[in-house]
C-alpha cells in the first residue's frame, strides 16, 4: 500500500492552496516527540488495538468456531451497533462477493450469509426478522459494554423470536462477544450457557474490528483472518518508523491535521473507487468522528476540537458530491484509495453504428474507466487548488484490507496526539443515553427530560 500525498502540498496544487513544504518539515520536526508519546501510551496499556496483530490463540479458538459451529448455520445475524457492527460490513463488502446474501449456496462456497441489524429501527428488524429461518441462524450478540440499549433491544426481541421457534433449544444458536468479565451480556451468557467470545479491556469499541468483534463474523463467512491480521501486522511495522515520510499512516495523520487546522480544511473525505470499499468509508467515518470529536482537550481546557468525515465512492459521486468538492468552500481534504487489480474487470465491447460520440467507450474496459475517472478527478481537483491525496492498494485481499484497517486506526491513535485528545473515549454521547435511559423509565434516570426546541417550537 502506498500514498501519495503530492497532491496536499502546495508546491503542486493551482494558486496558494496546500501546505507549505516548509511546513511539512516542521511536522516532521515535530513528529519524534508524538511517536515518543504515542509510545509511552502504548506502554502504559492505553494503545491496546496494536497488539491485536499477535493473537494466534483467538485466531485458533474463532477458526474452531467457525468450522464447527457456524457452519451448522446458513445465516449468521450480528446484533451490534457502532464500533460493534460496522466492521463486520465492511469486511463482508469489502472481500466477499457483492450481493453475498443473494448468492446460491454454491455461489457462497457453503459459507452462510451474513446481515447486520444495527439500528432498532422496528421496519428493518422486523422484515429481517421474516426473512431469516430461526431454524437456520447463528446470532452473535456483539457488545463491548455488554449492555448498550439498542442491542439489547434487539437481543431480547430476537430471543424471543429464537425462543416462539426453538424453545428451550434457542440458547444454542447464539454467542456473544463482549467483555470478558463485565456487563449484562456476560451475565446472561453464564446463566443462560451461552457461548462466548472475548473483547479485550484494553481495545476501544471502532478499534476492535480486528478482534473477535469482526473476526468471528468475517471468519464465519470464510474470510481468511490470518492474512487480515498479518496485513495489519505490516502497517504496525511501517508504523515503528520514527521518522514522519516514512511512516504512511503517521503522514497522512499529520497531513489531515495541518489541513483542519492551519488550512481551513475540516472536513475529511474518504473517496474509494470501489463500490467494495463503499462500507470500509462509513467504518472510517465513525473512526475519525467519534475519535476526534472532542470538546476537552487531555489537559481538561476546552477545544471544541475534530473534523469532519465524509463517506464518498467514486465514480458515483462525482455525479454526486464532486461538484461540492471542486467549487464549493475550501474547506475540504480528500482522501481517494485506489485498486490497482480489481477481482474482476469487463470490457466494453464494440457495436456497429455506434453514435460517435459514445466510440471512444470501445475497446477499454469498466475497470480501466474507473481509473482514468478517478486520475481524472484527482488532477482536476488539484488544477482547481484542492488538497487530494490517494492511498493506492495493489489489490483488494483480506491483508491489504487488514493494512488498510490497520492504517487508519494507527493514523486516528497519532492525529489523538497531534489534536491533544483522548482519541478512545466519547463523553459526548453520555447526556444523550441518560435522556433515552429517562424516556424509556430506566430507574435513577430522570423520567422527564426538558422538552427540546424541537418540541416545543413546530411548524
Ligand atoms: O466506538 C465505540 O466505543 C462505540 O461506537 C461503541 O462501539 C458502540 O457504542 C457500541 O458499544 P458496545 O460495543 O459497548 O455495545
Known sequence: MKLSYGRMLQDQLEGSEGLPRARLDSLAERFPAIQAEVRDRRGKGEY??????????????????????????DHVLVLGIGGSALGAKALLNALRPPAWNELDDEGREFFPRLTVLENVDPTSIGAALRRIDPRRVLVNVISKSGGTAETMAQYLVVRAWLEDALGAAAYRHLVFTTDPARGA????????????????????????????????????????????LAGAGRAVARAE?????????????ALMYAADTELGAPIHVLMPYTDRLREFAEWYRQLWAESLGKRENRAGKTVLAGPTPLAAVGATDQHSQVQLFMEGPRDKAITFITVEQLSEDLPIPAREHLPAELAYLAGHTLGGLLRAEYEATSTALAQ??????????????AGTLGE???????????AGVWYGVDPFDQPGVELGKRLTYGA?????????????????DEA
Open 48 to 73: 491496546g488495538f496494536y497488539r491485536l496483530i499477535d493473537q494466534p490463540d483467538t485466531v485458533r479458538e474463532i477458526s474452531t468456531f467457525a468450522d464447527g459451529l457456524g457452519q451448522a448455520h
Open 404 to 414: 488498510l484497517i490497520m492504517f487508519f486506526q494507527l493514523a486516528t491513535g497519532y
Open 241 to 253: 518508523a520514527d521518522g514522519l515520510r516514512q511512516n504512511a499512516a503517521a503522514l497522512w495523520a
Open 185 to 228: 451480556l456476560r451475565e446472561l451468557a453464564r446463566t443462560d450457557g451461552i457461548a462466548t467470545l472475548d473483547v479485550p479491556p484494553e481495545v476501544g469499541g471502532r478499534f476492535s474490528v480486528l478482534s473477535p468483534v469482526g473476526l468471528l463474523p468475517a471468519a464465519l463467512v470464510g474470510i481468511d483472518i490470518s492474512e487480515l
Open 384 to 397: 482547481m487548488g484542492r488538497m487530494n491525496c490517494t492511498l493506492r492498494l495493489p489489490d483488494l485481499s
Open 440 to 456: 424509556m423509565g430506566r430507574p435513577g434516570f430522570d423520567p422527564q427530560p426538558r422538552p427540546s426546541g424541537d418540541a416545543t
